[in-house]
């Protein structure tokens, strides 16, 4: 079946916009998160969602950042006034059920760059 | 600071031989743990999940889990120039999110 699908592959963007990025997990997966990973760097976490609980946002750098998920299912995070640290491949996965299974499928990422 | 600590390599094995990467947690609260292939350029890629002490076998590859040593390793068979790539092992508690190592990179040399 289909897999985790990001959009846009790539992004390049003015220092100070706003850019928003966006997950579609696969089907019938109820937990999704996001990571971040940027050059040199491991992957970072930023968010997770689970069903209908309010969401996890413990690894969000800065209140430029959010996201939110629509019907359960897609997900989009924003990043305000962008800064050139914020230069990195954002990366979604989803799994089944978040915790009974965890194991987490991701997607191919978005590459952002901040000039 | 929960960590997941892991030798950045490289690792260079010739072609055949067995591959041993090794990874190291802090939460003892950690319950899953996973091994996964990352190529350049290209998103995580999940080849292993384990969740209890001992090993776990799929094809060429075998996981392994020390709780008490806070340790996992994942040993690749016959290793093929293919497997070039970093390994990322990366824990989970209950809270679902991911910790993750920095990688460890492997080249297979033919």
């Known amino acids: 079946g289909a897999g985790v699908s990001q959009s846009p592959s790539n992004k390049v963007t003015e220092k100070g916009k706003d850019v928003e990025l966006r997950c579609d997990p696969i089907?019938?997966?109820?937990?999704l998160y996001w990571y971040r990973q940027s050059l040199g760097q491991g992957l970072e976490f930023l968010i997770y969602f689970q069903g209908n609980s309010a969401p996890d946002k413990s690894g969000l750098p800065s209140d430029r950042f959010s996201a939110e998920r629509t019907g359960g299912s897609v997900s989009t995070l924003t990043i305000q006034r962008t800064q050139q640290e914020d230069s990195a491949v954002y990366l979604c996965a989803s799994s089944s059920t978040g915790l009974a299974e965890p194991e987490q499928y991701f997607g191919p990422g978005t590459r952002l760059t901040v000039t | 600071q929960k960590e997941v600590e892991q030798n950045s390599g490289p690792l260079s094995v010739p072609e055949g031989a067995i591959a041993s990467l090794n990874c190291t947690y802090s939460d003892r609260g950690s319950q899953s743990f996973f091994w996964y292939r990352q190529y350049s350029g290209k998103s995580p890629e999940l080849i292993m999940s384990?969740?209890?002490?001992g090993d776990k076998e799929d094809g060429r590859f075998t996981a392994q889990l020390n709780k008490a040593s806070q340790y996992v390793s994942l040993l690749i068979r016959d290793s093929q120039p293919s497997d070039s790539a970093t390994y990322l092992c990366a824990s989970s508690s209950n809270t679902g999110k991911l910790i993750f190592g920095q990688g460890t990179t492997l080249q297979v040399k033919p």
């Open positions: 384990i969740y209890s002490n």
């Open positions: 089907s019938g997966h109820t937990a």
